[in-house]
């Protein structure tokens, strides 16, 4: 069989999961401190050698950021234990509109949205003109999360987009009505799902409104999200629900190391964007409730600043025999120790074995040992001679001493 682990340098973040989970030390701490200072780029954050590799799997179960990938004879094992958070999208509630795309830190959120312009649902009758309509339209920014909605459906609005960024998460610094362009239909207050807008027709030339549908929903790309849970934090209609795959907590250990106008490594390097900078004795903060306590930011820091802890973790998967087993191994990202069990057999079925006592062999009857008549005679004729000799008492002397010759010469008589 043929076994393969692939290393996606794009994908890695230089958490060091996988290290932790390896019991061969197979896998090494590479230039994370270079690299989220911006001195070095497209070097790998952890180094693989093979060479102790034995294809465990236990690297890909730890990593959140399908960063490895096991094959055997050429196919992906997608079927291995993994350390990871879980998210559910009610269909139901959701709208859709744009926002969760636009807070993802992962770029792992697709929203479509299938809806009509205002032009093709707001038709006047022959004569009548839009910009005739007189009205009022009252926009509440505190109420407003910037869905996005309003902006697809009417040319009045236009929102000015810009990064989401911690602590808000949000993803424009605000929003411009050209009431030169409005005609006060008031579809925009009917789909805008926080009810920050307020609009008021006092007049408006004879015209037919046709009601808003929206369709289509939001797809998430499984390989980049890593389920922190920021898209469900600021979804209006409450449509999203995340488990992490971490509990844990961040600890500031060294904050008079910390500089953050001169060191950027840990924003640089935080793959859900969740550290940033804040005036005063603090330096830095970290939201816990987004934070997936990978562990990045502890080894970007050059200083040691940062101390990640993880108190539980949370598994999906395939039910496999080899499950317990793999669990009490990936005990090691909670920093716990795993020492060797030695489980007794189990089998799935009950097998009855009969012995037998061995039996002993068989006992043989001593060859028989005949010889001629003709040599039988001859024999007991020496022997007759050799017992005579032996009487004589110069005979049985000469017997005694050794000298063959004498008693030689009796039995050739």
Known sequence: ????????????????????????????????????????EEAPL?????????????????????????????????DLLKVSG????????????YLCERVCPRQAIKAEV???????????????????????IVFDEEKCCYCGLCEALCDAFEIFWEEAKPPEFKPAIGLRIDEEKCDYCGLCEKICPTEALKVECEYAPPRSISEVKIEGEISIDEDKCVDCGICASVCPVEALKVKKPFDGKVHIVRLEKCDPTGCK???????????????GAEKIKVLEDYCIFCGACENACPEQVLKVERFS???????????????????????????????????????????EAPKPPKE???????????????????LGKLAEGLGEKTFRI????????????????
């Open 114 to 136: 299938k809806m009509a312009r205002k032009d093709e649902l707001v038709v006047y009758e022959a004569g009548g003109k839009p910009e005739e309509a007189r009205g009022k």
């Open 265 to 279: 490594n840990c924003f640089n390097i935080c793959p859900v964007n969740v550290i940033y900078p804040v005036k």
């Open 1 to 40: 069989m043929g076994k393969e682990l692939r290393y996606h340098l794009e994908r890695c973040v230089g958490c060091t999961l996988c290290m932790a989970s390896c019991p061969w030390e197979a896998l090494t701490k590479g230039p994370i401190v270079e690299v989220a200072a911006g001195r070095l």
């Open 313 to 355: 973790l949370n598994l999906e998967g395939v039910d496999r025999p080899w499950k317990e087993s793999r669990i009490r191994q990936l005990q090691r990202l909670l920093g716990r120790s795993v020492e060797p069990v030695l489980l007794e057999p189990t089998y799935p079925r009950q097998v009855t074995l009969k012995i």
């Open 398 to 413: 000469a017997f005694e001493l050794g000298k063959l010759e004498k008693v030689l010469g009796r039995l050739k008589v």
């Open 86 to 97: 879980k998210h559910e999208v009610d269909r139901e509630k959701c709208i859709p509109c």
């Open 364 to 382: 043989e009857a001593a060859p028989e040992w005949r010889i001629d008549e003709q040599a039988s005679r001859l024999l007991h004729e020496r």
């Open 46 to 78: 952890v180094n693989v050698e093979l060479e102790k590799c034995t294809f465990c799997g236990l690297c890909v179960s730890a990593c959140l950021f399908n960063s490895f990938n096991l094959f055997l004879d050429g196919t992906a094992l997608e």
